[in-house]
């Protein structure tokens, strides 16, 4: 069968792949137990439903500009410089099918064949398969524990060359969760600046911060503003994965390539959705606000916990929901009759044995760590973190 190289080449997503085997596990009657989400296990507030539903009766269900209504691009311009301080015309916002196609739409507009893309590590598993199909060439840079997993100027300096085009920078991470604060950003936003390059700014978790403050590196001057396309959405903040909107904020020049792109790719995003966004990104934080409070609980209580057991350690993330465990410790011991040499090989006896599903970092740039997310029920974190603690004790650990 005749199929394409390109297309060939795409890694499946280690996330995805993890989640299938717990849904598949858990249709069968077995007693899983999952930590794999990546999204809130919160309803959609009900203001929000209640805007789709009035767009459906009020007839909002024809197509619409391929970079969503007016009407949304307005509001999303208005959460720019009411959030960010930063100031948009709708005309270069471009709304699309949640923030991953945003982020598809941007290197596609960005990117010639054979331009590198600097992606510090560990990463959101999709960002290298993103620059590989719009015909990039990711180039990942290491970053280390010790440091919060925050990227280096040195470390940027030394993957630099002439073919460089643009820096990924995720912050609040997935899956580290760790944010960069304005004297970090400020120095990547002068080396970006020097070597005339872009930022990719995913800000898809800025809502979900427990200590610091959210801080967009295009609010730090009019130079970087240039450079930077922001991709964000709704999909986290609001509880609203499902709905599939996310936009992109950038320079009128690429959010016009980005647009026309997206014309002949997808059309527009759901006509529903972009009106329960619109209502989403007007209404009040009290939600927002019980969602962070949970998350918050629940992250002190399991980095308190996989801490306090041997073999395996973990830094407290800031924003985000997701916690690294770091397993560098447990690799060339054997578990359960199995070496581990990988987070693969961890995820999986830690599945099959103690029937606890987390994500293998190796997808991630990151093969010493697996990821928990903590948008799950505190008994859940409860009874995963007892199983883990009690697999390991009776492998001798």
């Known amino acids: 069968?005749?199929?394409?190289?390109?297309?060939?080449?795409?890694?499946?997503?280690?996330?995805?792949?993890?989640?299938?085997?717990?849904?598949?596990?858990?249709?069968?009657g077995i007693n899983v137990?999952?930590?794999?989400?990546?999204?809130?296990?919160?309803?959609?507030?009900?203001?929000?439903?209640?805007?789709?539903?009035?767009?459906?009766r009020e007839g909002k269900?024809?197509?619409?500009?391929?970079?969503?209504?007016m009407e949304l691009r307005k509001a999303?311009?208005?959460?720019?410089?009411?959030?960010?301080?930063?100031?948009?015309?709708?005309?270069?916002?471009?709304?699309?099918?949640?923030?991953?196609?945003?982020?598809?739409?941007?290197?596609?507009?960005?990117?010639?064949p054979g331009d590198e893309v600097v992606i510090p590590a560990p990463f959101w598993v999709s960002y290298p398969e993103m620059v590989k199909l719009a015909d990039g060439v990711p180039v990942v840079v290491e970053t280390r524990e010790e440091n919060n997993f925050k990227v280096k100027i040195e470390d940027l300096e030394a993957v630099l060359t002439d073919k460089t085009r643009a820096i990924v920078l995720n912050s609040p991470s997935n899956p580290t969760g760790m944010v960069y604060d304005e004297e970090e950003l400020l120095a990547i936003a002068n080396f970006v600046i020097r070597h005339d390059l872009y930022i990719i700014s995913d800000e898809i978790y800025e809502h979900l911060i427990y200590e610091g403050k959210h801080v967009s590196i295009a609010s730090l001057g009019e130079e970087i503003k240039?450079?930077?396309?922001?991709?964000?959405?709704v999909s986290k903040t609001y509880a609203m994965t499902g709905w599939r909107i996310g936009f992109a904020a950038a320079p009128t020049e690429i959010a016009k390539v980005?647009?026309?792109?997206?014309?002949?790719?997808?059309?527009?995003?759901?006509?529903?959705?972009?009106?329960?966004?619109?209502?989403?990104?007007?209404?009040?934080?009290e939600e927002i606000e019980t969602m962070k409070k949970a998350f918050r609980e629940r992250r002190d209580y399991m980095v308190d916990?996989?801490?306090?057991?041997?073999?395996?350690?973990?830094?407290?993330?800031?924003?985000?929901?997701?916690?690294?465990?770091?397993?560098?410790?447990?690799?060339?011991?054997?578990?359960?009759?199995?070496?581990?040499?990988?987070?693969?090989d961890f995820a999986e006896v830690l599945l099959q044995e103690a029937k606890v599903a987390v994500v293998p970092c190796s997808g991630f740039g990151a093969d010493d760590f697996v990821?928990?997310?903590?948008a799950v029920s505190m008994d859940t974190i409860r009874e995963g973190i007892d199983r883990l603690e009690k697999f390991l004790k009776s492998n001798g650990i």
């Open 258 to 285: 980005m647009a026309n792109v997206q014309s002949h790719a997808s059309s527009n995003p759901n006509s529903i959705a972009q009106a329960a966004t619109v209502a989403a990104l007007s209404g009040g934080r």
């Open 76 to 112: 999303v311009a208005e959460k720019f410089l009411r959030e960010n301080g930063l100031s948009y015309e709708p005309s270069q916002i471009v709304v699309s099918n949640g923030a991953k196609h945003s982020l598809v739409n941007a290197f596609t507009a960005i990117l010639n």
């Open 1 to 28: 069968m005749y199929l394409s190289e390109k297309a060939k080449g795409v890694k499946a997503s280690t996330t995805l792949a993890i989640d299938s085997k717990f849904k598949a596990m858990r249709a069968e």
């Open 226 to 233: 240039a450079r930077t396309i922001i991709i964000n959405g």
């Open 305 to 344: 916990r996989i801490n306090a057991i041997c073999g395996v350690s973990c830094r407290k993330p800031q924003g985000a929901f997701y916690v690294l465990m770091n397993i560098s410790g447990l690799k060339g011991s054997e578990l359960a009759g199995k070496k581990i040499e990988t987070s693969d």
């Open 371 to 374: 990821r928990w997310s903590y």
């Open 61 to 69: 269900t024809k197509y619409t500009p391929a970079a969503g209504t």
């Open 33 to 56: 137990v999952g930590f794999g989400a990546g999204e809130p296990d919160f309803d959609t507030p009900t203001y929000i439903q209640e805007a789709a539903i009035s767009a459906i």
